[in-house]
């Protein structure tokens, strides 16, 4: 992963045009050329952001929403230390820590911290993401065993729901709406009406290379546009900075790119890792991750074949492929 610092979020005022400014001023680099740590940083009254740069692999966002009577916090940690570092700060805002816990999706770097939460939280989640949870188990853990995962018990969801699930705080809503298969096959996505603040969780990306081996190229696209309908002034990504709804423009590009050259690959009789090696990436190829492109080839070349959107491929194949096209095991700095 890069050292480059990410942009992140500043105290947010009660005008739509400050806070505009506020979510997309950069943070600076201190003197060794790095991004400050993790924290929670406000984009509006009662909302807050936790970004962790440079939102590589397992280097997910996190959120927490404050009303007057409960708050939720939206999405954990990949391991422990780093979900303690999430607790700390969130204890800052709310002592006794958050009422609510919603897993976005089932990947470890969203969940693996939930049992730091529990039982005191009740964690949420779509029927389906707990039983995706509960069928990969603490995998993730095993494709980097060099990272200090340290203590990440498998916490499943206690609290599920198919389509949509309104958690009320008093004074504000947390909307939690399945807009899935997009990353995965059950994604939710969080938003906060009264505040226009969305969490997208890994739907929408930022500076980063989005990720549809899981998901569904197709299906991102029609959540892109159901998320645009929201009028959404800061959208929380599920990596990389916080922005507006430029980062629904920028995430759609990249899959309407990989469209594109998944159609050529399968015109000129390539494999998915053919197709990736031949590939210039061009304006993509500076992205975070950007090794990604041959994974998402296999869930593009699926879907070019018939496949519905969402439904299974061969996950591990597709991510030896990965690892090929990498030339070695992508970093992870979790």
Not at 174 to 196: F, K, N, Q, Y
Not at 229 to 234: F, K, P
Not at 303 to 321: H, K, M, Y
Request: hydrophobic share 40%; charged share 20%; proline share 7%.
């Amino acid at each position: 992963m890069s050292g480059t610092a990410a942009e992140t979020v500043s105290p947010a005022t009660d005008t739509a045009t400050d806070t505009d400014t506020a979510v997309r001023a950069p943070v600076t680099a201190d003197a060794a050329g790095e991004a400050p740590p993790p924290a929670l940083r406000k984009v509006a009254d009662g909302v807050y952001a936790y970004v962790q740069p440079d939102g590589g692999w397992c280097l997910n966002n996190a959120g927490l929403v404050v009303g007057s009577e409960r708050s939720v916090l939206v999405d954990t940690a990949a391991t422990e230390a780093r979900t303690r570092r999430l607790r700390a700060e969130t204890g800052r805002i709310v002592p006794a820590g958050p009422d609510y816990v919603v897993n976005t999706h089932f990947h470890g770097d969203h969940t693996f911290g939930n049992g730091q939460f529990a039982p005191r939280a009740a964690i949420v989640a779509h029927e389906g993401t707990r039983a995706d949870s509960a069928e990969a188990g603490l995998g993730l853990r095993g494709l980097w065993p060099d990272v200090e995962w340290g203590s990440t018990p498998l916490v499943l969801p206690d609290v599920t729901f198919d389509g949509s699930l309104t958690l009320r705080l008093g004074g504000l809503r947390v909307e939690l709406l399945h807009v899935g298969p997009a990353h995965t096959a059950h994604d939710v996505v969080a938003w906060i009406p009264e505040r226009s603040v969305l969490f997208t969780g890994d739907v929408v990306w930022s500076r980063v290379t989005p990720f549809v081996l899981f998901g569904s190229v197709s299906g991102s696209l029609r959540a892109l546009d159901r998320m645009r309908a929201l009028g959404a002034r800061t959208v929380v990504p599920g990596h990389g900075p916080v922005g507006g709804p430029e980062l629904f423009d920028f995430t759609e590009e990249y899959l309407r790119f990989l469209r594109g050259v998944a159609e050529d690959g399968v015109r000129d009789g390539l494999t998915p890792l053919e197709t990736a090696r031949r590939t210039d990436l061009g304006a993509f190829a500076g992205l975070v991750d950007a090794e990604r492109l041959a994974g998402n080839l296999h869930r593009a070349y699926a879907e070019a074949e018939g496949l519905p959107p969402g439904a299974r491929i061969d996950v591990a194949r597709s991510f030896q492929e990965m690892v090929a096209f990498n030339g070695g095991l992508p970093a992870c700095h979790a």
